[in-house]
């Protein structure tokens, strides 16, 4: 009989998490999930296990807490982790960079010290672009020079310091950073999707809470950046070729005692009024926006060479951003009011959209 194998995923309610969650399963993967909800909800996971037909042990908790970690390790067989638990809004993490630095880096640190007391050695960190700062040389590849610009930039540094360290110490490690580029879409089904908590900070969450009444304009934060258009070009991945990439780093076969990092983008530029365009054509209807000033620490223009991940872990990004526009508007237009829209609901947001 073959042995399934079991992965425990921090930060699985959340955006990524959930829809790693789902790829997991369809890639014969057992999954339990910590979370402790501070950006999330448990409502994902009910959708996930719905999607999947599987039953997701689920513990609300931070994965600060050493005696929730060490619960999970007793009670089931785990042979590798996913650690997409973090915080992670910019702007926050400047007016409040301790309580970014505690838990980010806490968090990891705790993670890792119950990962070795229970001898599981394979890790799969969220890292992100962000780590570049302001590049050099596009398109970015991983051996470009690091450095980060704010405070969640930098435990996303720090850590990967870390990470680096403990494969360096001994012990068979077998940790891998992927850093993404900037990830948007939703589920195909409609049922999972992002769910900002507050006003959303990323382009695709705002946008597409435009395009369904709750905002009343886009504010395109510059218009005289050195662009095709002036306005900021980013590399957009859909969130399912994210979570697949995350399927292959744990299928590659263990190499134990190596550190290993990869880009998760397309390769693909897109700017801001390119993306609005994109996202116009999936709802059907022209969007409001406004130039305003540029955002303190924007960069103009950043996107991935992701050609080490192809090579290694046989992956690629296969969906291009009209196919995301259309799946964060399908997720978006069915739950107007994300995880609190209560199922099902069609047809009350078709006439919620068309009065928008
Ligand atoms: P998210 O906020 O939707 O998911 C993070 C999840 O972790 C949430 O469910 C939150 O409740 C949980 N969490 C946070 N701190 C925790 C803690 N101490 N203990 C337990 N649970 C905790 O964010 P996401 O977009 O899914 O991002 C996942 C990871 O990817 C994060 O580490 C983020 O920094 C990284 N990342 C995200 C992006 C992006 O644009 N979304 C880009 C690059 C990197
Ligand atoms: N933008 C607007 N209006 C908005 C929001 C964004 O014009 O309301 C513009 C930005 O100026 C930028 C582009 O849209 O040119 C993308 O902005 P996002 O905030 O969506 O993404 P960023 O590239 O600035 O940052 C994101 C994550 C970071 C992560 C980084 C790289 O927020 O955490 O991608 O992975 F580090």
Redo the contacts with the bound molecule.
Sequence with gaps: MVMKRRALVTGGAGYIGSHTVVELVHAGFEVVVVDNLCNSSREAVYRVEDITKTSIPFYEADVRDQEVLDEIFETYHIDSVIHFAGL?A?GESVENPLRYYRSNLDSTMTLLERMAAYDVKTLVFSS???VYGDPQHLPITENAPLSATNP??RTKLMIEQMLEDTVRSGGDWNITSLR???PIGAHKSGRIGEDPHDI?????P?IAQVAVGLRER?????SDYETPDG??V?DYIHVVDLAKAHVAALKRAPHPGEYKVYNLGTSHGTS?LEMLKAFEKACGRSLPYKIVGR?PG?IAT?YADPTLAHLELGWKAVHDIAEACADAWRWQSRNPEGYATSEPMHADVEILAANA
């Design positions: 992670k910019v992100s672009a962000t969640y930039g993404y580029f900037n959303p900070n990323n382009l695709l705002y886009l504010h395109v934060y510059g306005t900021g980013r801001v955002r924007d950043c």
